[in-house]
């Protein structure tokens, strides 16, 4: 094998120039995205053609989107409803419900002031998310890493140095059985996928609309 990559910062900024090359409007990006206390390298997204009708999801607190949709819809509930499902102090309620209201999903039914209603149902406006964690050869913590993104996302890959990849090859069935995909790169940008999972759902659903809300907002920000 050839040169190996100086840092993980030159594998990970090498991997996104080939993304910018593509050039495919069908497909979104970025780096560093944290969702759920875990940081991935690098995360692509597809967008529904109609994300912008629930571009909502991007003006309130991630955290807080599974909880939107898991609420009575087109039913009233009260703000001790609300406190009781969640969790949340009255405070906290009160700026939630307020953030529904301004995303366009919710409002104070007329001449009450304790309760509220859901008239419109948040769907993801994502419809495929794809993490991906790099490492230079540690390719264990690697695989550790990405399988915690299936969390939130559909699939998740392993991205390792060319050069230094011949110990995970050994151990591709580790791979296999978490459904990590696995692939390397050269330091003149020649990718070799070596093992690509299966799509699937993410493991959590409270996560994957936290990591939808995320990508919605950074869509929002890239259009404005």
């Given at each position: 094998?050839?040169?190996?990559?100086?840092?993980?910062?030159?594998?990970?900024?090498?991997?996104?120039?080939?993304?910018?090359?593509?050039?495919?409007?069908?497909?979104?990006?970025?780096?560093?995205?944290?969702?759920?206390?875990?940081?991935?390298?690098v995360v692509l997204f597809n967008l529904r053609k109609d994300w912008q009708a629930q571009s909502g999801l991007g003006r309130i607190a991630p955290r807080w989107a599974f909880t939107l949709f898991s609420l009575?819809?087109?039913?009233?509930?009260?703000?001790?409803?609300?406190?009781?499902?969640?969790?949340?102090?009255?405070?906290?309620?009160?700026?939630?419900?307020?953030?529904?209201?301004?995303?366009?999903?919710?409002?104070?039914?007329t001449g009450r002031s304790d309760l509220w209603v859901k008239f419109k149902q948040p769907t993801r406006p994502t419809k495929k998310i794809v993490a991906i964690e790099a490492k230079l050869k540690n390719w264990q913590r690697a695989l550790k890493q990405a399988y915690r993104y299936l969390e939130y996302a559909n699939q998740s890959w392993v991205l390792l140095d060319e050069k230094y990849s011949s110990s995970a090859l050994r151990n591709l069935n580790e791979f296999k059985r978490l459904n990590v995909g696995l692939k390397t790169m050269s330091t003149s940008g020649k990718i070799d996928i070596i093992w690509?999972?299966?799509?699937?759902d993410p493991k959590s659903d409270i996560t994957s609309w936290q990591a939808s809300a995320n990508l919605t907002k950074l869509a929002l920000d890239k259009a404005i």
């Open positions: 094998m050839g040169s190996s990559f100086k840092s993980e910062q030159d594998l990970v900024a090498t991997y996104t120039g080939t993304l910018v090359q593509l050039n495919d409007k069908t497909k979104s990006w970025t780096q560093e995205f944290d969702c759920a206390s875990s940081i991935a390298d009575p819809y087109r039913k009233q509930f009260s703000l001790e409803f609300f406190i009781e499902r969640t969790g949340a102090t009255k405070r906290t309620a009160l700026i939630i419900l307020k953030e529904y209201e301004s995303a366009g999903y919710c409002r104070k039914v690509s999972p299966q799509m699937r």
